[in-house]
């Protein structure tokens, strides 16, 4: 059975202290997670330690940072390398999200090297992908989220892309408050994971997450996560506020 996830996306949120207080809160809230789900908290670097002690005993959940460099290492002040978070015993990475394709210049070539430098070590990239409205206008959205995954991913030999988790988010959804509808997210991700099986076989195609992401919040989770091919979400706004975040926890499937 595949993963249910539910990921945090803190984004550039929260002191310290708020950032301990949520996890505390949310951690606290005793909810009870099955084998096939998992909680995961993508937190702002300097915080990735504090949020790995807390989550510690807790078999469901993990920690992720936001980014990564691409090179191994060297003389690029200010940036952070794979192997630095992995050595924080942090286990995932997010990649590609479309705030940094937007505002970094991420482009598909770049984020392949950021996918191998992560799989390298030991990191499991929460790859994001996903088109703007204008091409959702076109009604080329998906000719153009495929292609995204088959630049960045589809060079990785099927044990190092069977550890990928897809995040589908629609750029036209994020943070605007405007879903995708239920339907819409479905159709992305069977089209995405009839993709992946063209290229690596229907088994692990099967066995892959595909979280959605865009204004998922407590009260349109269920619905979207029941979705056959929608495999939890990941959650920028709403996984600020504990509550949310613990009413779109208990949606996973
Ligand atoms: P949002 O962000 O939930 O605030 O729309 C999602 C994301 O960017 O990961």
Request: hydrophobic share 40%; glycine share 6%; proline share 4%.
């Given at each position: 059975?595949?993963?249910?996830?539910?990921?945090?996306?803190?984004?550039m949120?929260?002191?310290?202290?708020?950032?301990?207080?949520?996890?505390?809160?949310?951690l606290?809230?005793?909810?009870?997670?099955?084998?096939h789900?998992?909680?995961i908290?993508?937190?702002?670097?300097?915080?990735?330690?504090?949020?790995?002690k807390?989550?510690k005993?807790?078999?469901?959940y993990?920690?992720?940072?936001?980014?990564?460099?691409?090179?191994?290492s060297?003389?690029?002040?200010?940036?952070?390398?794979?192997?630095?978070?992995?050595?924080?015993?942090?286990?995932?990475?997010v990649?590609?999200?479309?705030?940094?394709r937007?505002?970094f210049?991420?482009?598909?070539s770049?984020?392949?090297?950021?996918?191998?430098?992560?799989?390298?070590?030991?990191l499991?990239?929460i790859?994001?992908c996903?088109?703007?409205?204008?091409?959702?206008?076109?009604?080329t959205?998906?000719?153009?989220?495929?292609?995204?995954?088959?630049?960045?991913?589809?060079?990785?030999?099927?044990e190092?892309?069977?550890?990928?988790?897809?995040?589908?988010?629609?750029i036209w959804?994020?943070?605007?408050g405007?879903?995708?509808?239920?339907?819409?997210?479905?159709?992305?991700?069977?089209?995405l994971?009839?993709?992946?099986?063209k290229?690596?076989?229907?088994?692990?195609?099967?066995?892959?997450?595909?979280?959605?992401?865009?204004?998922?919040?407590?009260?349109?989770?269920?619905?979207?996560?029941?979705?056959?091919?929608?495999?939890?979400?990941l959650?920028?706004?709403?996984?600020?506020?504990?509550?949310?975040?613990?009413?779109?926890i208990?949606?996973?499937k």
């Amino acid at each position: 059975m595949r993963q249910q996830i539910a990921a945090a996306n803190w984004k550039m949120n929260l002191t310290y202290k708020q950032g301990k207080t949520l996890l505390d809160e949310i951690l606290n809230s005793q909810i009870i997670l099955e084998p096939h789900k998992k909680v995961i908290f993508a937190v702002p670097f300097p915080y990735l330690r504090m949020a790995r002690k807390k989550v510690k005993e807790r078999e469901n959940y993990a920690v992720s940072a936001q980014n990564c460099h691409q090179l191994k290492s060297g003389a690029y002040t200010g940036e952070v390398s794979a192997e630095m978070i992995h050595s924080m015993s942090v286990g995932y990475v997010v990649i590609g999200h479309s705030e940094r394709r937007a505002y970094f210049n991420e482009d598909d070539s770049l984020l392949a090297e950021k996918v191998n430098i992560a799989l390298d070590n030991h990191l499991a990239p929460i790859f994001c992908c996903g088109e703007s409205l204008p091409i959702r206008e076109a009604g080329t959205q998906n000719d153009f989220v495929a292609q995204q995954l088959k630049n960045s991913l589809f060079h990785l030999p099927a044990e190092q892309m069977q550890k990928i988790i897809i995040a589908y988010e629609p750029i036209w959804a994020i943070g605007t408050g405007k879903t995708a509808s239920s339907q819409q997210a479905q159709d992305m991700h069977a089209w995405l994971r009839s993709v992946i099986a063209k290229q690596y076989g229907q088994p692990l195609a099967d066995n892959i997450s595909i979280l959605y992401g865009g204004s998922v919040k407590g009260s349109n989770a269920a619905e979207i996560f029941a979705q056959p091919d929608v495999d939890g979400g990941l959650v920028g706004g709403a996984s600020l506020n504990s509550e949310e975040f613990a009413t779109i926890i208990k949606a996973l499937k």
